[in-house]
């Protein structure tokens, strides 16, 4: 079984950057997907980002596009979420989550999820 663990969150000015971890133990092979998701108080919880294993390639919400950038580390089972020029409006725990099905991940119905880390971006 996949266990996912998520860190790195915290509390930051407007402006400033955090990078999030999510490591992952058990068996996960390349032809996972791995993503971060967010969910704000009083909001749902959405897409932020995600990092297809076979060919590395990434996908970026609009609300991150340019701002935030995911990577894998193989290596290590770590995928990174690197935040750039937080806005208060960044706020909200985070979530990773894998799934070998990109659909299923993108519909928040992926089959292993982290426990999440707090993002606070102050103004």
Do not use: H
């Not at 969910?39 to 995600?50: F, L, N």
């Not at 995911?70 to 750039?84: E, G, P, R």
């Amino acid at each position: 079984e996949v266990q996912l663990v998520a860190s790195g969150g915290g509390l930051v000015q407007a402006g400033g950057s955090l990078r999030l971890s999510c490591a992952a133990s058990g068996f996960i092979s390349d032809d996972y997907v791995i993503g971060w998701f967010r969910q704000a108080p009083g909001k749902g919880r959405e897409g932020v980002s995600c990092i297809i294993g076979s060919d590395g390639s990434t996908v970026y919400a609009d609300s991150v596009k340019g701002r935030f950038t995911i990577s894998s580390d193989n290596a290590k089972n770590t995928v990174y979420l690197q935040m750039n020029s937080l806005k208060p409006e960044d706020t909200a725990v985070y979530y990773c989550a894998a799934d070998q099905d990109y659909s299923d991940l993108v519909r928040r119905r992926a089959d292993f999820w982290g426990q999440g880390t707090q993002v606070t971006v102050s103004s």
